[in-house]
C-alpha cells in the first residue's frame, strides 16, 4: 500500500461511534477543505477486532490488540510520502497496558511525529506516565486543547513548554440563527428547549439535569430537555441500555414524561447542526472535574449557544468571565435554578449567545485546520532519528540497523570502566563500585572488542581493550588452571576459582581475541592463554561452558589449526551437547535440558558453528532443530520476540513464564540466529534475529524502549510492570554486541551465507 497524502492522522474514524473518531474525521476533512489542497488520511484504530464501513479517507487500519499491526502500520508510512504524523492520543484507544502498544508505531517512524493529548492525567499511574513521557519523546511537537492542559503537561510531567502547543477543539462553520425555525422543523415549536447530546455514559451526569428539570418547569412549564445520542458502545456491551433505561425510569418517577425526549441516534454533522440550533440552552452537567476536552461543548459554544455547565477543566476555561454559567458538581437546585433564569431572560440569553459565537469564530474547523497545518509544517523541518524497525515485507533489516544507528555508541560502556577493567553493575546509569568486577562481564567486553573490528566498526579505545584483556590475564590462576571469576573494587579475588561458565567465556573471548583482534602481539597472548586454560573443560560438567568454549574454539582453531589437541576438545565438547539433545528431548520438547535457563541460544550456536566449521552435519542438524524449537518458544502471537524470562529457570518442561526478561537472552538469541542464517540460509532466521534486536527498542511485552540511543546504554531487564532502571556492564555489552552483529549484515561479503557445513583443514589434513 502506497500512501500518498501529506499528512497522516492515528486515530478512531467515524463510522467508529466516539468523540476521538469524530473529531479525527473533521480534522481531517477540515485539512483537506483548505485552499491549498494539503493531502490527509486517517490511519484508523478499530477496537476488538470489529469491523467498520471506513470511508476512501481510511487508508490503513490497526487492530488495537495486534503489536504487529502497529508495526505494520509504522513500516508502511515510513515506506509512503507522508511528512507528519499526527497522533491522536487517548489512552483508551490503544491496546497494551495503559495504552503502551502505541509505542510500538512511535518508536518506529521516521518522519515527524505531532502528537495531540486528548486527556492528560493528574495523578497517572505508573504505567500511564510512563507511555506518556515515551509519547512525548518522540513527538517533534505536543499539542493541547487547553490552557489547564498545558499546566499538566509543565507540572506533572516535565514537559518542556517550547514542545506544547494549544490549538482549542475545531468547531463548525454555521451562522448564528434563532431557534425557533429548527425548533418548528424538529416538532418542538414554541418550546423552551435544553440540549444535551453526545454518547450516553454516567459520566455525563444527565440524570442531574432531569433532577432540575422540576425546578425549570416552575417558572418554564413548556420547557422539554432534549436527550441527543446513542449509549456510548463500551457500555452497551457491558451492561446493555441499563443506564438509559434507569434514566428513563427517573423521568417516569418524576411525572415528567412530556418534558424529557430521549432519542437514540448517533447522527451526522448536519443533523447535529439543526438539533444544536434548535436549543436555548445547552447542558453540560458532567460529574468529573478532570475533563481536559469536550467536543460537545465546544461545538455548543462555537455555534452561539447559552451554556450551564459544571466547572470540568474545560469548562472552565471556554465559560468563565461571563461567556456561560457554572454551577457546582451534582447541585441539582443550582443547575435547575440557573438554567431557568437563562430561560426567563431573553436579553442575557442573546448576549451570552453574541459572545460564545463571537470569540468560537477562533475555534471553526477552518482555523483550527490552519493551526494545525502551520506547526506540521514546523515539525516537518525538523529531523527525527527513530528506533530501529522490524524486518517487515522484504525490507532489509541490516540496512535499517546502519541507517539509524551510525556506529557503537561506547559513552555508556566507557562511564561503567576504570583502569581494572569493566565493573559489573549500576545504580540507575551510574557505576556500581560495592559490587567490584567479574571475568564474565570483562570477557564479553573483550569479545565487543572483536566484535567491532570484525564488524568493520570504529574500534573501541586502545587502553579499554588492553585493559579487558589485561583482566583476563589477572583472573588467570595457573595453580589450579582455572579463573578466578569476582574481584571486588580493592582489586582482591574473592573466590579461588570462578565458575565453569566463567571459565568457559573466558576461552571465548581469548578464543575470538586470537582470531580477530588487530594487534598481532595481543593475539599471539590470546592464543597462549588459550591453550594453557583449555585443559580444564574435559572434567566439566556445564552445558554452558562447553558452549562457550565451542564459540572460542572455533576462533582458536582458526588462528592455531596445528594444535591437534584444541580440535579432539572441539569434537568431544561437540558431540556431549548432541549426547544430552538426544537424550533429553522429545516431540514438544526439543532441548538439551529438561528445563530452560540463562543463555539459551548459545547451546544450538556453539552447534550450528561447530558443525559448519568441521563439517560435521549431524551437529550442524541438532543446533539448528533446537534453535527453531527455541525461537519459536520465543515468539509471541503478535510476532514479537519474548525471551526466557528468569523467573521460570529450571522449571521442568513447562511453557516459560515471561518476566523477568534480561538482555543477555536477546543478544544470545541474534548471534544463534545470524549463524543459523549463514548455515543454511533461511530468511525466517534474519527475521528472528531483527524480532530479537527489535525487543531493546520497544517491540516487547510492555512496548517499553531499553535502550537509550546516544549514550549506548542498556535497561538490566523487563519487570511484569516496568523496566529495571539500572543499567549495568553485561547489559550494555549485550546491546553493543547485538547492534555490532546486525549492522555487519550490510558489510560486503556478509549477504552470502554458507549453505552447507563447510570443511576446514585440521592438524591432520581435511576435517
Not at 598 to 626: E, F, K, M, W
Amino acid at each position: 500500500m502506497n500512501l500518498l497524502e501529506r499528512f497522516a492522522l492515528v486515530g478512531n474514524s467515524l463510522p467508529r461511534r466516539c468523540g476521538i473518531a469524530t473529531f479525527t474525521s473533521d480534522l481531517q476533512q477540515a485539512i483537506e477543505m483548505l485552499p491549498a489542497r494539503e493531502r490527509c488520511c486517517i490511519v484508523a484504530m478499530t477496537d476488538d477486532g470489529r469491523a467498520y464501513d471506513y470511508p476512501s479517507t481510511v487508508r490503513l487500519q490497526i487492530d488495537d490488540r495486534s503489536l504487529a499491526d502497529y508495526e505494520r502500520a509504522a513500516f508502511i508510512l515510513n515506506r509512503s510520502q507522508c511528512k507528519v504524523v499526527s497522533l491522536q492520543h487517548e489512552f483508551g484507544i490503544f491496546g497494551g497496558e495503559a495504552g503502551g502498544h502505541i509505542l510500538a508505531l512511535t518508536s518506529r517512524l521516521t518522519m515527524p511525529l505531532v502528537t495531540t493529548f486528548h486527556t492528560v492525567l493528574e495523578r497517572p499511574t505508573p504505567a500511564q506516565r510512563r507511555v506518556v513521557g515515551e509519547i512525548v519523546e518522540a513527538s517533534a511537537r505536543v499539542i493541547i486543547m487547553a490552557e489547564k492542559g498545558r499546566e499538566l503537561l509543565r507540572s506533572v510531567y516535565q514537559v518542556a513548554a517550547g514542545k506544547i502547543e494549544v490549538i482549542p477543539h475545531g468547531t463548525p462553520d454555521g451562522p448564528f440563527v434563532e431557534p425557533d425555525e429548527a425548533k418548528s422543523a424538529l416538532g418542538l415549536a414554541g418550546r423552551p428547549v435544553i440540549l444535551t447530546f453526545g454518547l450516553l455514559s454516567p459520566s455525563k451526569g444527565i440524570e442531574v439535569m432531569i433532577d432540575a428539570m422540576p425546578e425549570v418547569l416552575k417558572s418554564s412549564a413548556a420547557a422539554v430537555y432534549v436527550v441527543l445520542g446513542a449509549t456510548h458502545p463500551n457500555l452497551v456491551r457491558n451492561q446493555g441500555e441499563a443506564y438509559r433505561n434507569g434514566l428513563m425510569k427517573r423521568v417516569r418517577a418524576l411525572g415528567i414524561e412530556n418534558h424529557v425526549l430521549f432519542l437514540d441516534r448517533f447522527v451526522d454533522q448536519a443533523t447535529l447542526m439543526r438539533f444544536i440550533s434548535m436549543c436555548d440552552v445547552y447542558a453540560t452537567p458532567y460529574l468529573n472535574e478532570a475533563q481536559l476536552t469536550s467536543g460537545t461543548l465546544a461545538y455548543s459554544f462555537g455555534l452561539g449557544k447559552a451554556v450551564v455547565s459544571t466547572p470540568y477543566w474545560h469548562a472552565c476555561e471556554l465559560l468563565g468571565d461571563g461567556r456561560g454559567v457554572l454551577v457546582p458538581f451534582g447541585d441539582v437546585a443550582a443547575l435547575g435554578r440557573e438554567t431557568a433564569a437563562l430561560l426567563s431572560d431573553g436579553p442575557r440569553r442573546l448576549a451570552m449567545r453574541q459572545r460564545a459565537y463571537t470569540e468560537g469564530r477562533a475555534m471553526i474547523w477552518p482555523r483550527i485546520a490552519e493551526r494545525y497545518c502551520a506547526l506540521f509544517e514546523t515539525a516537518g523541518s525538523n529531523a527525527r532519528r527513530p528506533h530501529v524497525l522490524r524486518n517487515d515485507e522484504g525490507a532489509s533489516a541490516a540496512g535499517r540497523t546502519a541507517q539509524y544507528v551510525r556506529s557503537a555508541p561506547i559513552s555508556h560502556l566507557l562511564a561503567l570502566c576504570d583502569d581494572t577493567g569493566l565493573l559489573q553493575h549500576a545504580v540507575y546509569s551510574v557505576a556500581n563500585r560495592s559490587h567490584g568486577y567479574c571475568t564474565d562481564d570483562n570477557a564479553r567486553a573483550l569479545l565487543l572488542a572483536c566484535s567491532l573490528e570484525r564488524a568493520g566498526e570504529p574500534r573501541l579505545p586502545e587502553t579499554l581493550t588492553n585493559r579487558f584483556a589485561a583482566f583476563l590475564q589477572h583472573a588467570w590462576n595457573p595453580g589450579i588452571g582455572r579463573f578466578h571469576n569476582i574481584m571486588g573494587f580493592d582489586r582482591r579475588w574473592q573466590d579461588e576459582a570462578g565458575s565453569e561458565d566463567s571459565h568457559g567465556r573466558a576461552l571465548w573471548a581469548l578464543g575470538e581475541c586470537a582470531r580477530s583482534d588487530h594487534d598481532r602481539s595481543r593475539r599471539r597472548w590470546a592464543a597462549a592463554l588459550f591453550a594453557e586454560a583449555l585443559p580444564a573443560l574435559e572434567s566439566f560438567l556445564s552445558p554452558r561452558a562447553w558452549s562457550f568454549a565451542l564459540l572460542g574454539l572455533d576462533g582458536y582453531c582458526a588462528a592455531a589449526s596445528e594444535h591437534a589437541g584444541a580440535w579432539r576438545m572441539r569434537e568431544m565438547l561437540a558431540d556431549r551437547l548432541l549426547a544430552i539433545l538426544v537424550a533429553v528431548e522429545a516431540a514438544d520438547w526439543e532441548w538439551f535440558e529438561e528445563g530452560l535457563a540463562y543463555d539459551n541460544a548459545r547451546l544450538p550456536q556453539a552447534l550450528i558453528v561447530t558443525g559448519c566449521s568441521i563439517g560435521t552435519s549431524h551437529h550442524l542438524g541438532a543446533g539448528l532443530r533446537s534453535l527453531r524449537w527455541l525461537m519459536n518458544l520465543q515468539t509471541t502471537t503478535e510476532g514479537c520476540f519474548r525471551p526466557v524470562g528468569s523467573m521460570s529457570f529450571r522449571a521442568k518442561r513447562t511453557h516459560p513464564l515471561a518476566f523477568d526478561q534480561q538482555p543477555l537472552e536477546a543478544a544470545a538469541s541474534i548471534s544463534a540466529c545470524l549463524a543459523a542464517w549463514r548455515a543454511d540460509g533461511d530468511a525466517t532466521w534474519r527475521v528472528h534475529a531483527q524480532r530479537a534486536l527489535d525487543w531493546f527498542f520497544g517491540s516487547n511485552d510492555l512496548s517499553l524502549p531499553l535502550v537509550d540511543l546516544e549514550p549506548g546504554s542498556c535497561r538490566d531487564g523487563l519487570h511484569p510492570d516496568r523496566a529495571n532502571e539500572n543499567r549495568g556492564g553485561e547489559s550494555a555489552v549485550s546491546y553493543l554486541l547485538s547492534l555490532a552483529e546486525m549492522r555487519q549484515l550490510e558489510r560486503p561479503g556478509s549477504s552470502r551465507p554458507v549453505q552447507a557445513p563447510r570443511l576446514m583443514a585440521g592438524p591432520n589434513g581435511l576435517a
